[in-house]
């Protein structure tokens, strides 16, 4: 099965709420790529203040949910499921671009593509979308170190 719910999620990923911005993962394929959700409630903690007249998603927030994606294809890919003490790292973020707000009520879709894997650096290509439309997209170096 290719895809995980979010007790599965919960193994891959060390974060917890409020800080955990992966709800499903819908598809993954190990090597290529994986696609997964957040749904975005008004009740996100940051909500209350990012604005609180107009309420939006940061962006370092949907460039964090799209990192929690990489890191769980990144894991699925090496059949790892981590320790306590293993952690993942970003290691850069370039070409990070923003093309329209995510608001409450919205379902955040989050792709990950490996673009290259070397001396422990995966390198990837990730693209955030509500419905079809595209909110975000870049390219995020990251590194697992476990322990």
Not at 102 to 111: A, F, H, I, R
């Amino acid at each position: 099965m290719n895809s995980l719910d979010i007790h599965e999620v919960l193994k891959y990923l060390p974060h917890r709420y409020p800080f955990l911005l992966i709800d499903r993962v819908l598809d993954f394929t190990k090597n290529e790529s994986l696609t997964a959700i957040k749904n975005v409630t008004i009740n996100e903690p940051f909500f209350q203040g990012h604005f609180p007249h107009h309420p939006v998603m940061p962006g370092v927030l949907i460039v964090e949910a799209m990192a929690q994606a990489c890191a769980i294809l990144s894991l699925k890919t090496l059949d790892t499921v981590p320790n306590a003490g293993s952690v993942y790292y970003f290691v850069g973020i370039d070409k990070a671009r923003f093309k329209r707000p995510v608001e409450p009520g919205d379902q955040l879709k989050l792709q990950a593509l490996i673009k290259r894997k070397m001396k422990g650096i995966w390198l990837f290509e990730a693209n955030a979308y509500v419905g079809e439309e595209l909110c975000c997209s870049a390219e995020l170096m990251c590194t697992y170190k476990g322990i």
